[in-house]
């Protein structure tokens, strides 16, 4: 991230209005929901990895020879 000079950034919604939240709920339920049934938003995994090999997965993550997401299963 300080390579590429990426900034992550996130908020919380305890200081907003309650009928702010309302309406970002429905927004979402009615614009993101049916893209998320439909299949349409893909998350790239690269590799999964049973959770007694967590030590591997971390080795592959610190390698950043992966493009997606490493994922620990039961």
Known sequence: MMQKRLTITGSTLRAREVSFKASLTTEIYEKVWPILEQGLFKVPIFASFPMPQASEA?????SSAHIGKIVLVK
């Open 58 to 62: 971390h080795r592959l993550m610190e």
